[in-house]
């Protein structure tokens, strides 16, 4: 009996030590992109990947200014204070890397996919990052205060002003400027705005001037000025730059064309305009009042689809690439999300001390938001992002077809936790757990 027992011992960690390596096997077959050694058990499968990020808060230690987010949702950026520039992946508040970007940072924007971010502030020089590396790309002295810099969708492009009013234009590759234009006023957060692919910039002035610019990127030479009644305060231009709004210290909002310096409708608030947002086609505009006011628009009328009154003034107020989430952060900490069809907020909280900026990812689903008082940068996600990243053959060993060995082993996926979903042509299982992955029939 013992010899037996034995026996099955052995044979029994002879089959282990065989799946061991057939796992590991299974695994570099998949990562290479290669299908598995045909058997009669042959099934096609599919692998989504559902990020398991959670909701967070990093608390930097200093008051934070301004924040960006790259449209996919999955990098962020943060300006402080103490001149810290702090770089996060959604999926953990543990930052992916710290850079000092001089003294006061005003102003960061991340290019659309997350490869490159720029910053300026208080130590006047530009910025340029990779998202590889705190050590910049390059810098430029601009011999002001930087108060506004973006970068195109594409990362081509930056764009940047400060208190002596001149504009700033550079291809990426270079931090020899294309060319500058003195658009005769101070420039502040968020009075420049350029299209995705960095053909169209426009640019809002404060005193004298008091104009809203629009360039093309080939030319200092504006396309057409338009002068407020005082302080154009924040522009915003769609994807395509077909279409640019203007918030302004006159109280009104402004609504054109690209082909014409005449707007095609404005708006008069019971305060300043001091933020403005717009869908990537053009079709929504949002608009934050000192009034306490969000109003939203519908870019074929003047007259609000809605609007929604804080208890402060919103600080921050952007609307998704897409069009249909809209998130607002005021001056004494609230924050409200919400959909574009319904002033309800899908949620809403009062537990910051002053929310100086905010962003939001293309499709709406993740935002993120600073509290300049609090010190922190807040993430919250509402949805979870579903990718099917490739298709693959796997041997599967089906017991009484019901139940299934998958030998399958993955850990992270772009530095995060993840849920993988298995998807077969032919199983009668629903679901199987092997530590932090999850595999399931999506056919049944």
């Not at 490159?116 to 205060?145: C, R």
């Not at 629009?214 to 000025?225: G, K, Y």
């Amino acid at each position: 009996m013992k010899r037996n027992n034995l026996l099955l011992l052995i044979t029994f960690l002879t089959v282990f030590i065989f799946l061991g390596f057939f796992a590991v096997y299974s695994l570099n077959s998949m990562e290479k992109n290669q299908y598995l050694p045909n058997q009669d058990n042959f099934n096609k499968l599919k692998l989504n990947i559902t990020e398991t990020y959670s909701n967070w808060t990093y608390n930097a230690g200093t008051g934070v200014i301004c924040i960006d987010m790259s449209r996919d949702g999955l990098y962020i950026i943060a300006g402080c204070f103490n001149g810290s520039l702090i770089l996060f992946h959604r999926s953990s508040s543990t930052p992916i890397w710290k850079a000092y970007a001089g003294d006061y940072v005003h102003s960061v924007s991340i290019s659309a996919n997350g490869e490159y971010i720029v910053a300026g502030g208080n130590g006047q020089i530009l910025y340029l990052f990779s998202k590889e590396s705190s050590t910049p790309i390059w810098t430029k002295a601009l011999n002001t205060d930087i108060r506004c810099v973006v970068i195109s969708a594409n990362g081509e492009y930056i764009a940047s002003g400060g208190v002596d009013g001149v504009l700033w234009v550079f291809n990426t590759s270079s931090s020899t400027p294309l060319w500058t234009y003195n658009v005769g006023g101070e420039m502040n957060m968020d009075y420049i705005a350029i299209s995705d692919n960095g053909s169209y910039i426009a640019c809002g002035s404060r005193e004298p001037s008091n104009k809203l610019y629009l360039f093309r990127i080939d030319s200092s030479t504006p396309i057409w000025t338009y002068t407020t009644g005082y302080r154009a305060e924040n522009t915003a231009i769609s994807s395509d730059g077909s279409y640019i709004v203007c918030g302004s210290a006159d109280k009104n909002l402004y609504f054109f064309h690209k082909s014409s310096s005449t707007p095609l409708w404005s708006f008069t608030a019971g305060e300043y305009i001091d933020m403005v947002s717009i869908s990537g086609d053009g079709s929504y505009i949002v608009a934050g009042s000192m009034d306490n006011n969000l109003y939203v628009f519908n870019k074929n009328s003047s007259t609000p689809m809605w609007n929604y009154h804080f208890g402060s003034k919103p600080e921050a107020s952007v609307i998704s690439q897409d069009g249909k989430y809209i998130v607002s952060v005021t001056t004494s900490g609230q924050i409200g999300y919400f959909s574009i069809d319904n002033s309800t907020p899908l949620y809403f909280a009062d537990n910051g001390t002053y929310f100086n900026d905010a962003a939001i990812s293309s499709n709406g689903h993740q935002i993120t938001y600073v509290d300049i008082y609090g010190n922190t940068v807040s993430h919250l996600a509402f949805k979870k992002e579903i990718i099917t990243i490739l298709e693959f053959n796997a041997t599967i060993n089906t017991i009484q077809g019901e139940n299934c060995n998958i030998f399958l082993n993955i850990e992270n996926y772009q530095s995060a936790p993840i849920l993988v979903n298995i998807s077969l042509t032919s199983s009668a299982f629903e679901s199987v757990k092997l530590n932090n992955v999850t595999l399931k029939n999506e056919t049944n």
